[in-house]
């Protein structure tokens, strides 16, 4: 079982639609959760940064974290096609020192005009 | 600044070579970290390096090291290079004891 499980997708959508993407953990230690969005031929961009848990908006972003289940969530409100990339969901259990950051598999989301 | 650059951005070599890829880390971050990303993959965490000493190893065979310079800059190298190792290669670079890491574009490995 890998310690970070998320649905590949593809999910596709049409424009202005709310978005929700989600991963899994088996790993109760992690602490910190981060969501990243990789467009094509790029490295993976920072989204949203969540420690513990609770709820951070950021705009039309809204990360979720219930550590009880150990599932975090990203949703993504009027989404537009400049949305359309991979996200990916990342954990770690000491945020930025020692590195380690374990990623979900990502998902591929289209967002139709 | 001035963010994370890599360099090639593509390379193509035979199995059994060995591979130098390079990263030049955002101005003033003092720790960075390599990633390996498989087609359809999520990154997975190679090594992390603070000042020019290895911090932190993933499940990746010595034959993958590394080398953080004066300058912050680092090189991943790979010898005996096998097909499974085709792959992006990612940098990440971050400021030790602060939040945020700064990931670059990559280098797109392709082994034959």
């Known amino acids: 079982q890998k310690e970070v499980e998320q649905d590949p997708g593809p999910l596709s959508v049409p424009e202005g639609a709310i978005v929700s993407l989600n991963c899994t953990y088996s790993n109760s230690a992690f602490q910190y959760f981060m969501w990243y969005r990789q467009y094509s031929r790029k490295g993976p961009e920072l989204l949203m940064y969540?420690?513990?848990?609770g709820n951070k908006e950021d705009g039309r972003f809204t990360a979720q974290v219930d550590k009880s289940s150990k599932y975090i969530s990203l949703f993504i409100r009027d989404s537009q096609p400049s949305d359309s990339a991979t996200y990916l969901c990342?954990?770690?259990?000491?945020?930025?020192?020692?590195?380690?950051?374990?990623f979900g598999q990502g998902t591929e989301l289209s967002v139709k005009p | 600044e001035t963010g994370v650059t890599q360099s090639p951005t593509h390379l193509i070599k035979t199995r059994g070579q060995q591979v130098t890829l390079r990263c030049s880390s955002q101005s003033g971050h003092n720790t960075v970290s390599w990633y390996q990303q498989a087609l359809g993959q999520g990154p997975q965490f190679i090594f992390q390096?603070?000042?020019?000493?290895?911090?932190g190893r993933g499940n990746f065979p010595p034959r993958f090291s590394g080398l953080q310079f004066p300058n912050y800059s680092s090189e991943l190298n790979v010898n005996a290079l096998e097909l499974d190792d085709s792959a992006l290669y990612l940098c990440?670079?971050?400021?030790?004891?602060?939040?945020?890491?700064?990931f670059g574009s990559g280098t797109r490995l392709t082994v034959v």
């Open positions: 990342a954990m770690s259990m000491i945020y930025n020192q020692g590195g380690k950051l374990i």
């Open positions: 390096y603070y000042r020019e000493e290895e911090n």
């Open positions: 990440a670079s971050s400021l030790q004891g602060r939040s945020g890491y700064t």
């Open positions: 969540t420690y513990s848990s």
